[in-house]
């Protein structure tokens, strides 16, 4: 790297003390090597810092600042989301992997009347936790870095009353991916326009049910898809009309101890996290069977089995459940007193909701003649007939007892 490239990179974290330590296994150092070089580039080229604001959420006293900051051109953003004419005709995924982090850059976030500065880690993510008073529902924060314009994230403060909240994994639960297969998640993650994501059949109406039972509850998307494609996700969410919330996701590539990350150890450690978050709320916990939700949702059952009201399976079709590498099995009947539903869709799961008497109940008597004919097909003639006959054995009988009525 030249040496110009060095006094110029303000991402690099000045040696003292308390600063984080240089990588300590071959992955990290090359990953970071890598880093620094794209940095300096991109320095060169003219872009700036850059803050991508996530959503984040808390309670009345304290909030959780997510955030990510990047070197990239400042033409593509705007309060620190690409601009529209970016995603007009899609995003190939690639995208959200091409502008370099800036790592342990200072951020200064100011949330109702407190203002602090925190530190991203080192691949840009800005994950921190500030004690702040707030009333419940949504919020705004506001976050800089440097001279470079401010940026407005959202937060969702949880009202202290609210006892059910929803956490949903993301992939192949609310979006079809295949994800597990390291191809296929490539595939998902690099090269799919965002447009052409699938989304789960029925299932964006169930999550906003679920959300529905305590409107100012909590809703988090766990997942172990990277902050790279946060915005992504949040754009496929909101186009679906799934419930807004805030997403869990992890930092792309390898950590200090090994060279991949651990998606089932991100899934358990934020699950603990948000059981220390709010004491007193119980979780509906929906994933697929695709290998290893029901098994993190049942090893969480286990340890705080009153904080789980429900578990919420969708299965996986037979195709997709190959290339998830398999079902989870013989998770069902291992957290006695916990209801477990399964189901392949939405529609499904909900009705399972609605016999346990976690959902109300909604019954809508709609038979257009169109409907009963494209359902039903021949059925619908036979119904018709019947209907027929039971409506005019009905009227001749209201007529008789008229008649008897009146004689």
Known sequence: MPA???RTDPARPPRQAGVPTPAENMATHLQESWNRWHRARALRAGHVPTIMAFTGYGSTSWVRVLSRVVIANDADFLNGRRLSK???DGVRGWRNFVAPPMAYAEVTVTVGERTTTVRADRMGVVDAVIDVQLEPGWQTATLDVGDEESVTMDLYIADPAARVGLVSDIDDTVVVTSLPRPMLAAWN???IDEHARTPTPGMAVLLRRIAELEPHAPVIYLSTGAWNVAQTLSRFLGRNLYPLGALL???WGPTKDRWFRSGQEHKVTQLQRLAEEFPDMQWILVGDDGQHDPEIYADF??????KV??????QLTPSEALLAGGRAEGT??????IPWCYGPDGAALSEQLEKLRILPVEFVDVHPEGWREDILGDDATALGVRETSDEAAEDDALARRSVAEGS
């Open 189 to 191: 993650s690099f090269v």
């Open 301 to 306: 059952a286990h340890r705080h089995p009153d």
């Open 86 to 88: 970016v995603v007009a």
């Open 249 to 251: 996701l992890t930092t």
């Open 4 to 6: 110009d490239a060095a």
């Open 332 to 337: 069902r009947q291992s957290t006695p007193g």
């Open 309 to 314: 009201k429900a578990i919420v399976i969708r």
